[in-house]
């Protein structure tokens, strides 16, 4: 497997792996998303290629304070093959690399299958709620 950050042309496909695996919501635009996130210093995309093929990716981000995971996904065909453990391993790397001292993330409620992978991997739910606002 092949890890590298993504770039420009990675787009359209990493919006269809995001798409396909359930992480889009009607109300957030993931080709915004991804832009955003390539326009910036402290966050990056990273993808995971295997046989030349896109098979997974995560998006981190650092705010100054914690580090942040979004969009971690895996190719429907290539799941249970340790492609989101090594990209969540990457990302903590990146991110410890840029001085985090924290990585947080939000799973939904109702996703048990999530839950269960990040408890796995070391993730502890946090006595905390979220609260947001959409800026116009």
Same mark, same amino acid.
């Given at each position: ?10 787009? &359209?496909? +990493?919006? #269809?792996? @995001? ?7 009607? @109300? ?13 210093? =402290?966050? =990056?995309?990273?993808? #995971? ?13 650092? &705010? ?11 190719? =429907? ?10 990209? !969540?391993?990457? %990302?903590?790397?990146?991110? %410890? ?8 993330? !939000? +799973? ?21 709620? =979220?609260?947001?606002?959409?800026l116009d």
């Open positions: 497997m092949i890890i590298r950050p993504a770039g420009v042309a990675d787009r &359209d496909a +990493v919006v #269809a792996l @995001w798409r396909d695996a359930g992480l889009t919501r009607p @109300w957030n635009d993931p080709g915004s998303d991804f832009d955003l996130a390539l326009a910036n210093p =402290t966050s =990056t995309i990273l993808l #995971a290629y295997r046989n030349g093929d896109l098979a997974g990716s995560v998006m981190a981000g650092f &705010d100054g304070h914690r580090g942040w995971a979004y969009y971690l996904a895996s190719a =429907t065909r290539q799941r249970g093959q340790g492609i989101a453990r090594r990209l !969540m391993a990457e %990302a903590e790397i990146w991110l %410890a690399q840029l001085g985090c001292p924290r990585v947080r993330l !939000m +799973v939904r409620t109702d996703n048990l299958a999530a839950k269960g992978f990040y408890a796995a991997i070391g993730y502890e739910e946090q006595d905390v709620i =979220t609260l947001g606002r959409t």
